[in-house]
């Protein structure tokens, strides 16, 4: 499809395992992000990534949280040793341009649930 | 985290009414964009905003940019039943180095038909 895809819809870890989440950008769009939205609340930003440069890691709430690009178009979201607060719902955005005038655009989400 | 003042956190309204929701910020953002939410889906993006004072419609909503790029507001009129969800704003600005978009909190909107 034309839209940004994420997969998988959901998953289910226990405690302590690591879990990867994948994301396909739009065709072409220079910038991707990821965002962890709790439940109730709205989207928190993670991390932006400009091709295959990681130019902001700010929101990555710990070390044990990682994403990478290294092709600059599918990009890999990855926790470590997961813990039950990591719950949430994680979403990735694409836009076209790095600044300036630029939407995001957002998938479906992957719903995390540690147990 | 970082988010944006977003109010009414709630609505409830009869079919037909008209809605409005604010997004207020501290910091100056040059692009506001509002997306609705519904269960067990991503956001999708309403409307983009691009300028100050800027008026945008789509369909029966519409959004304004604030003047002193702060605040931002959206507008539903006729609301109808599939209006339901939670509807976001989002401000872009460049804060610690790069450009990000800044969620509100959400407006919860329940129509009732």
């Known amino acids: 499809g034309a839209g940004v895809s994420q997969s998988p819809r959901y998953k289910v870890a226990k405690r302590g395992q690591d879990v990867a989440l994948r994301c396909d950008p739009i065709s072409g769009h220079v910038s991707l992000f990821w965002y962890q939205q709790a439940l109730g609340q709205g989207p928190e930003f993670l991390t932006y990534?400009?091709?295959?440069?990681?130019?902001?890691k700010s929101g990555l709430p710990s070390d044990r949280f990682f994403a990478e690009r290294p092709e600059g178009s599918v990009s890999t979201l990855k926790i470590q040793r997961t813990q039950q607060e990591d719950s949430a719902v994680y979403l990735c955005?694409?836009?076209?341009?790095?600044?300036?005038?630029?939407?995001?655009?957002f998938g479906q989400g992957t719903r995390l649930t540690v147990v | 985290g970082q988010q944006l003042n977003q109010s009414p956190q709630s609505m409830f309204i009869q079919e037909g009414e008209d809605v409005s929701m604010n997004c207020t910020s501290s910091?100056?953002?040059?692009?506001w964009l509002w997306y609705k939410q519904e269960p067990g889906e991503g956001p999708v993006l309403l409307i983009a905003?691009?300028?100050?004072?800027e008026l945008t419609s789509n369909g029966r909503l519409t959004a304004q940019f604030g003047i002193t790029r702060k605040d931002s507001f959206l507008n539903i009129s006729a609301s109808i039943p599939s209006d339901v969800g939670i509807y976001f704003c989002?401000?872009?600005?460049?804060?610690?180095?790069?450009?990000?978009?800044?969620f509100g909190t959400g407006t919860r909107l329940k129509v009732l038909a």
């Open positions: 905003l691009y300028k100050a004072g």
């Open positions: 989002a401000g872009r600005g460049f804060t610690s180095g790069t450009y990000k978009y800044i």
């Open positions: 990534f400009q091709n295959e440069a990681q130019l902001d």
């Open positions: 910091s100056i953002f040059n692009t």
């Open positions: 955005a694409s836009s076209l341009s790095s600044r300036g005038n630029t939407e995001a655009f």
